[in-house]
């Protein structure tokens, strides 16, 4: 494996996570990594990874709200904003599975 100069600037744990996600993560191992990347103080890099990873899973709450948290904490509140509206509408879609639950339990 080439290691090109951008990578040597990197801290190691950053080189990892970067590998990581270069594969073909599950849903899971993305917001696993990101999630750490994020405590690390990686905002942008988690903002990119993010949005790879919604292309793959665009329902995924967790991955969506990880970047809504990325968003607000780079100071863009009104994509965050947005992902939270993403995030409720999701949620909105399942109301409807507690109401079925709760048919089916009556």
């Known amino acids: 494996m080439k290691i090109s100069k951008e990578d040597e600037r990197m801290e190691p744990s950053e080189n990892i996570y970067k590998e990581i996600l270069s594969g073909n993560p599950s849903q899971g191992t993305f917001f696993k990594v990101l999630s750490m990347m994020k405590?690390?103080?990686?905002?942008?890099?988690?903002?990119?990874?993010?949005?790879?990873?919604?292309?793959?899973?665009?329902?995924?709450?967790?991955?969506?709200?990880?970047?809504?948290e990325a968003f607000f904490e780079t100071g863009n509140i009104s994509?965050?904003?947005?992902?939270?509206n993403a995030i409720i509408a999701g949620i909105n879609e399942l109301a409807s599975c507690y109401r079925f639950q709760a048919n089916l339990l009556i």
């Open 39 to 68: 405590k690390e103080g990686m905002l942008e890099a988690v903002i990119e990874g993010c949005a790879k990873a919604l292309e793959s899973f665009p329902d995924d709450l967790k991955i969506r709200r990880l970047l809504a």
């Open 79 to 84: 994509r965050a904003e947005s992902e939270i």
